[in-house]
């Protein structure tokens, strides 16, 4: 009775959204001899299909689906709201159908398993400065925001609500002394930053995380109807995906050189790659993060048209990116990485960078049992992470033993 596509969870040291396939799940929903639990990924589509004499409620726990118990759960879908569809999320879920005894006597209710994909983790070092660029990240990986006691996190209700700064449409989700704070990443995007002060809204203390729950879109195409308004969300494509932009001629379509451009509207670093009677303009999506923005008028900074794309590669070795904003402070949590992924320090000219031999070494600050990999003003300093654990310092002054400005790397 249910019509299983497989989703077979796929090699630890990829990503998910990065190789999940378009799987989807079918349920005939009725009575009859029961379903089996049944395995299916995160975020996966899940469509109930049945007739006007059922309907669709999630329980509360395993307690209530085995009892099938209703007062500890919530009506999801209506006799007429055939097909519905549910994305699955993470661990166990439980459905049933309230309608008479379909549930007790006729057995009509169902386990969803689906494996929480936490196959690599992301350390944020959450301070004011220029801002962090929107973040790929897998549905369900475990995201870390390491602070000082000078900040804190809210989470956003929307995008609009992230741009403007207005933590009147936030919540907050850790304190100043909650760090390290560990969130784990929803599907979609989803958006964070610092109400401190005007850490948000003049230190740029904000972020944006996309965990799309599929990057492999196949014969897939995004159509962006390009106008000055409340502004674009980070989107999530795939790589050599086809993006139309469909506007007026009161618009044109540049392409922004970095995410500090795209952030300024600054089209001395842009280029122009579509003309005002050039709509509908096609591009292929490049890998990684690409910005785009209107240079007519005051288009692009008031009228807020520019949009970030973000586009995972679809190969199945995808190399990750670490960046580690290099001072001292409250010190490193142990940082996850993928064998071969770039790690980047970034610092001011009163810092450099060392590698301890061995972790007796890191714990003592004992640079007599280091090399110096990265000098004063060779920043930004970008390593490939090895296999196993490595041990990095500053050896200025007592920033190290003091200053706690040291970090462990641990390569899976």
């Not at 975020?43 to 118990?69: I, K, L, M, N, R």
């Not at 009677?277 to 910005?291: C, E, I, K, R, V």
């Not at 071969?340 to 009163?350: L, R, V, W």
């Not at 041990?391 to 190290?400: A, F, I, L, N, W």
Request: aromatic share 12%.
């Amino acid at each position: 009775m249910v019509k299983i596509v497989a989703a077979a969870l796929l090699a630890a040291s990829v990503s998910a959204h990065e190789n999940a396939t378009a799987a989807e799940q079918t349920i005939s929903w009725a009575t009859g001899s029961g379903y089996a639990s049944t395995s299916v990924s995160v975020g996966e589509p899940v469509t109930f299909v049945y007739s006007s004499s059922h309907d669709v409620w999630q329980f509360d726990d395993f307690a209530a689906y085995e009892a099938c118990d209703f007062g500890r759960a919530t009506n999801l879908a209506g006799r007429s709201d055939s097909p519905f569809t549910i994305n699955a999320p993470a661990g166990n879920s439980y459905y049933g159908c309230d309608v008479g005894s379909h549930c007790s006597s006729g057995n009509q209710k169902i386990e969803l398993v689906a494996p929480a994909l936490k196959t690599v983790s992301k350390t944020i070092e959450w301070s004011t400065g220029s801002g962090y660029v929107s973040t790929d990240v897998a549905v369900g990986e475990d995201v870390t925001f390491v602070y000082s006691t000078s900040h804190d996190v809210w989470q956003f209700d929307d995008f609009a609500a992230y741009e403007a700064c207005d933590f009147g449409r936030a919540t907050q989700i850790a304190d100043r002394g909650d760090s390290p704070f560990t969130v784990s990443a929803p599907a979609g995007n989803s958006y964070y930053g610092c109400d401190v002060g005007s850490h948000c809204s003049s230190g740029n203390q904000k972020i944006e995380l996309v965990a799309p729950t599929s990057t492999l879109k196949s014969a897939m195409a995004q159509e962006i109807s390009w106008s000055t308004g409340s502004g674009y969300a980070s989107t999530s494509v795939s790589e050599g995906e086809e993006v139309t932009f469909v506007y007026s001629s009161s618009h044109d379509v540049w392409q922004f050189d970095d995410f500090n451009a795209y952030q300024a509207c600054d089209f001395g670093r842009a280029t122009k790659i579509a003309d005002r009677g050039d709509s509908p303009f096609t591009l292929a999506a490049p890998a990684g993060n690409s910005y785009y923005g209107c240079d007519v008028g005051s288009h692009c900074s008031s009228g807020n048209q520019k949009i970030e794309l973000v586009a995972a590669s679809t190969v199945q070795t995808v190399k990750r990116a670490l960046d580690i904003n290099w001072s001292t402070g409250s010190g490193y949590a142990s940082t996850s990485a993928s064998v071969g992924e770039d790690i980047t320090f970034t610092y001011t000219t009163s810092h450099d960078v060392w590698q301890f031999d061995d972790f007796a070494a890191y714990e003592a600050c004992d640079f007599r049992r280091a090399t110096q990999v990265a000098d004063r003003g060779d920043s930004p300093f970008t390593l490939q992470a090895a296999a196993g654990n490595s041990y990095y310092g500053c050896d200025v002054g007592s920033h190290c033993s003091s200053g706690n400005q040291k970090i462990e790397i641990v390569g899976a």
